[in-house]
């Protein structure tokens, strides 16, 4: 800092007064101004290179603890406080807060399954539990309503459906497509909330009939069905919130990019061993094959 504050003045004073007033030799600064930048500083640029790219590639969400694994990833030694400082400078942040809008209450439900779940989060293998919800979106022709299920093995979303309408049909497309793609050989918990959705008796024949046991949270009590919550929450703090909507087909198309091309293929997971859902299932799936 005293040197470029001298190179800053050296036209308007003498460098040898400038330099005893700054408590400096000059020939200290001589060979500063020949190489301004240290090694480190160097390699601070460098990796302030890689990082800007990292960030980039996450949608601008990541924060310096999963670009620090990114870094390690590339074979990158550094630590998490180096790469927080750069992330500083450089005005780089994830991105954080999203208040939920308070919901509605509706009537007494017609078919209210027992909490087998209750709250046990962790899956030892895939297809053991399936969560679902629903989530709005707002566009400028109206909402759009956004249906998922999430497998608890890896936290990847399985299925999902969105339409203009909030109805059983929606639910029902995002479970088909979790069926389809998963094709399970042995019943599976789908775990949901109180929703007139989740309680109709379309919904209670289409499980009995595909195998499929319910489970449901507790009257008004999110919590019991925080992992959907949970991925919502991602979906729009890392998304929908960046973003304003012209039309229903417009937000379908950046919805379906989060969900097939960031959040299952890259996005990084504490609960799934910092690696995406699909890695996580992939390795899974490598070690059982190895045995």
Known sequence: MKYAFIKRHEGEYSIRRLCKAMAVHPSGYYAWKVEPMSLRAKDDQRLLGLLKHAWLESGG????????MDMRDLGERCGKHRVARLLKIEGLRSQ??????????????????????????AAAEPNQAWVTDITYIRTHEGWLYLAVVVDLFSRQVVGWSMGSRINTGLVLDALLMALWRRRPKLPVMVHSD????????DWQDFLRDHNLVSSMSRRGNCHD???????????????IRRQIYSTRDEARADVFNYIEMF????????????ISPVEFERRHSQRLNSV
């Open 263 to 274: 959040y299952n293929p890259k996005r990084r997971h504490g609960t799934a061993g910092d």
């Open 96 to 121: 954080t807060g999203y208040k939920r809008r308070a919901g509605m209450r509706g009537g007494k439900p017609a078919i209210v399954a027992p909490n087998h779940l209750q709250r046990r989060f």
């Open 61 to 68: 969400v990541y924060g310096y603890r999963k670009l620090t």
């Open 194 to 201: 109180q929703g007139s959705q989740f309680t109709g008796h």
């Open 225 to 239: 069905n925080a992992v959907a919550e949970s991925f919502f929450q991602l979906l729009k703090r890392e998304r």
